[in-house]
């Protein structure tokens, strides 16, 4: 037992310390740029929130330091509408590591005196003041402890894990507590809307949880690789990217030709190793050389080529997300079988080159464990392969994927698509999506009899790219701060400047949003 540990056991012994010496832990926890920044944010706010229409009662709740940074300045942004905003937190740094009482204290105490300038323009409470006593009921401990594994599976990147293991204890502990007192407070505050980022993984997940079971509107929110827009959902998590009242609204209109004519543009730089709009990343690492000289380069010949396309295990994107496989390796290690059988035709199993950067078993593994001796006819393109994946789609004839947006613009360009799993396009007129294992590989061998014959037909590639042009542009809302560079956005957009006729022109809807006002597409 460690020193802090045995004064975590001592009334007010955190407190007497950080009275003695009061400076930020020395612990991954750091609000230091939004100490910094606080007391200049309240007063570009105060005079907004003096003239504003009483808004929505909204709670937001965060953890983790870099979410309690945004959502206080976001919480500060609601309160200048005219909204009456209380931020609830849980004051940790990490997710996966076991923290003392002592240093949790301290982490709460520099929190509240981090946040103290909020003065009365937004109430704070820590959610480590609201007693965690009683009982959940059923739906919320499962809740939990589908979270705790979900959490599991995040932190490693696996699928498959040990729930005797000490992280996953630990996922316990925390989301039951998270999930006690964010009930308790949220019975007492019943607040119009409930606010929350991403809403699937660590406390984030479980307060979800908590609100919904309540009945209480939700809203999720988390970002894309563009800067200046977000994404988010109400009564939904966001990370599930439920675009059904999207495509309802929007399905059935043509694309104008401006419209048209962006979503070539960014399919080309996705394909082309370039950048697009105010994006922050390359879609593939090197440009196309077209699918013919891949082919020789791969020494493939002119058999029928399948392209399975793989996500990162573990990723947030997956989990959850299965419909009939027990997990994304099931489904690829049985697919990988079953084409051992196939000679007809040429497997390519690519494999997502996310993985190089990553913690979690490699679906390389997966396959040497399903295809000991690997066939002729089956080929794997490792992480680390410089291929560009846009020339691998060229040479399909056929596209199998889980979660994976390949899929969709595998479809985009006329190729016939198998789902596996629950993604945001699935169901959308111009994927095959098989509910079971049985299905599934009637599936296959239907396609596989005649492929020439299940080449998308020109409406289907039509819908396939409406529906790209919705999911990309249409989906996400123009917001001025990501996560990600949070602190060079605020200087672009302060908060006097977000607050502007100029600001609300550009965010507007999407803070409305956030309040609770229903989506219009």
């Given at each position: 037992m460690t020193l802090k540990d045995l004064l975590s056991h001592l009334p007010y012994a955190a407190d007497l310390y950080d009275a003695l010496h009061p400076v930020r832990p020395r612990t991954r926890y750091n609000l230091s740029q939004l100490e910094k920044a606080l007391p200049a944010a309240v007063e570009q706010v105060r005079p907004y929130a003096q003239k504003a229409p009483q808004g929505k009662k909204i709670i937001l709740f965060a953890t983790l330091h870099y979410w309690v940074e945004q959502a206080v300045i976001i919480g500060l942004a609601l309160r200048g509408l005219g909204h009456e905003v209380t931020i609830a937190y849980l004051p940790y740094g990490e997710w996966d590591k076991p923290l003392n009482r002592f240093d949790l204290r301290r982490q709460d105490l520099y929190t509240r005196r981090v946040l103290r300038p909020l003065g009365e323009l937004v109430r704070v409470i820590s959610l480590l003041d609201v007693p965690a006593s009683g009982h959940l009921p059923p739906a919320l401990e499962a809740a939990v402890e589908t979270a705790s594994a979900f959490d599991v599976m995040y932190t490693l990147q696996v699928e498959e894990f040990d729930r005797e293991s000490d992280l996953y204890r630990l996922r316990v502990e925390r989301n039951r507590h998270a999930a006690l007192t964010a009930t308790r407070f949220l019975q007492e505050s019943r607040p119009?809307?409930?606010?929350?980022?991403?809403?699937?993984?660590?406390?984030?997940?479980?307060?979800?949880?908590?609100?919904?079971?309540?009945?209480?509107?939700?809203?999720?929110?988390?970002?894309?690789?563009?800067?200046?827009?977000?994404?988010?959902?109400?009564?939904?998590?966001?990370?599930?990217?439920?675009?059904?009242?999207?495509?309802?609204?929007?399905?059935?209109?043509?694309?104008?030709?401006?419209?048209?004519?962006?979503?070539?543009?960014?399919?080309?730089?996705?394909?082309?190793?370039?950048?697009?709009?105010?994006?922050?990343?390359?879609?593939?690492?090197?440009?196309?050389?077209?699918?013919?000289?891949?082919r020789a380069d791969l020494g493939l010949d002119e058999r029928p080529v399948i392209l399975l396309a793989t996500n990162v295990l573990g990723d947030s994107l997956t989990l959850g997300r299965n419909i009939f496989t027990a997990s994304m390796a099931e489904w690829i290690e049985k697919t990988a079988q079953y084409f051992a059988h196939r000679p007809d035709v040429q497997l390519v199993i690519r494999v997502h080159p996310g993985e190089r950067l990553m913690k979690g078993p490699s679906m390389l593994g997966v396959l040497a464990r399903a295809l000991p001796q690997m066939p002729e006819h089956v080929h794997i393109i490792a992480p680390e392969q410089?291929?560009?994946?846009?020339?691998?789609?060229?040479?399909?004839?056929?596209?199998?994927?889980?979660?994976?947006?390949?899929?969709?613009?595998?479809?985009?360009?006329?190729?016939?698509?198998?789902?596996?799993?629950?993604?945001?396009?699935?169901?959308?007129?111009?994927?095959?999506?098989?509910?079971?294992?049985?299905?599934?590989?009637?599936?296959?061998?239907?396609?596989?009899?005649?492929?020439?014959?299940?080449?998308?037909?020109?409406?289907?590639?039509?819908?396939?790219?409406?529906?790209?042009?919705?999911?990309?542009?249409?989906?996400?809302?123009?917001?001025?701060?990501?996560?990600?560079?949070?602190?060079?956005?605020?200087?672009?957009?302060?908060?006097?400047?977000?607050?502007?006729?100029e600001g609300r022109a550009e965010f507007g809807k999407a803070f409305d949003y956030l309040a609770g006002k229903p989506v219009e597409y």
């Amino acid at each position: 037992m460690t020193l802090k540990d045995l004064l975590s056991h001592l009334p007010y012994a955190a407190d007497l310390y950080d009275a003695l010496h009061p400076v930020r832990p020395r612990t991954r926890y750091n609000l230091s740029q939004l100490e910094k920044a606080l007391p200049a944010a309240v007063e570009q706010v105060r005079p907004y929130a003096q003239k504003a229409p009483q808004g929505k009662k909204i709670i937001l709740f965060a953890t983790l330091h870099y979410w309690v940074e945004q959502a206080v300045i976001i919480g500060l942004a609601l309160r200048g509408l005219g909204h009456e905003v209380t931020i609830a937190y849980l004051p940790y740094g990490e997710w996966d590591k076991p923290l003392n009482r002592f240093d949790l204290r301290r982490q709460d105490l520099y929190t509240r005196r981090v946040l103290r300038p909020l003065g009365e323009l937004v109430r704070v409470i820590s959610l480590l003041d609201v007693p965690a006593s009683g009982h959940l009921p059923p739906a919320l401990e499962a809740a939990v402890e589908t979270a705790s594994a979900f959490d599991v599976m995040y932190t490693l990147q696996v699928e498959e894990f040990d729930r005797e293991s000490d992280l996953y204890r630990l996922r316990v502990e925390r989301n039951r507590h998270a999930a006690l007192t964010a009930t308790r407070f949220l019975q007492e505050s019943r607040p119009e809307t409930v606010l929350i980022p991403n809403g699937l993984v660590t406390e984030l997940g479980v307060f979800y949880q908590a609100a919904r079971h309540l009945n209480l509107k939700t809203i999720t929110y988390e970002f894309n690789d563009q800067r200046e827009q977000i994404w988010l959902s109400l009564n939904d998590v966001v990370m599930r990217q439920n675009t059904d009242a999207l495509w309802a609204a929007k399905g059935s209109l043509a694309l104008t030709d401006a419209e048209r004519e962006k979503i070539i543009g960014l399919e080309d730089a996705r394909s082309s190793a370039k950048k697009f709009g105010k994006g922050t990343r390359f879609w593939q690492e090197v440009a196309s050389v077209g699918g013919e000289k891949l082919r020789a380069d791969l020494g493939l010949d002119e058999r029928p080529v399948i392209l399975l396309a793989t996500n990162v295990l573990g990723d947030s994107l997956t989990l959850g997300r299965n419909i009939f496989t027990a997990s994304m390796a099931e489904w690829i290690e049985k697919t990988a079988q079953y084409f051992a059988h196939r000679p007809d035709v040429q497997l390519v199993i690519r494999v997502h080159p996310g993985e190089r950067l990553m913690k979690g078993p490699s679906m390389l593994g997966v396959l040497a464990r399903a295809l000991p001796q690997m066939p002729e006819h089956v080929h794997i393109i490792a992480p680390e392969q410089k291929i560009n994946t846009y020339d691998l789609m060229e040479l399909a004839s056929l596209g199998l994927a889980y979660t994976t947006t390949v899929g969709m613009e595998m479809a985009m360009r006329g190729v016939p698509v198998i789902l596996a799993a629950q993604t945001h396009y699935r169901g959308r007129g111009f994927t095959h999506d098989p509910q079971t294992w049985e299905a599934y590989y009637a599936t296959l061998q239907t396609i596989l009899a005649d492929l020439p014959s299940h080449r998308l037909n020109e409406t289907q590639v039509e819908t396939a790219w409406n529906y790209a042009y919705r999911f990309f542009f249409d989906f996400p809302l123009n917001f001025p701060w990501r996560l990600m560079k949070f602190w060079q956005d605020v200087e672009v957009w302060s908060l006097s400047r977000v607050l502007s006729d100029e600001g609300r022109a550009e965010f507007g809807k999407a803070f409305d949003y956030l309040a609770g006002k229903p989506v219009e597409y």
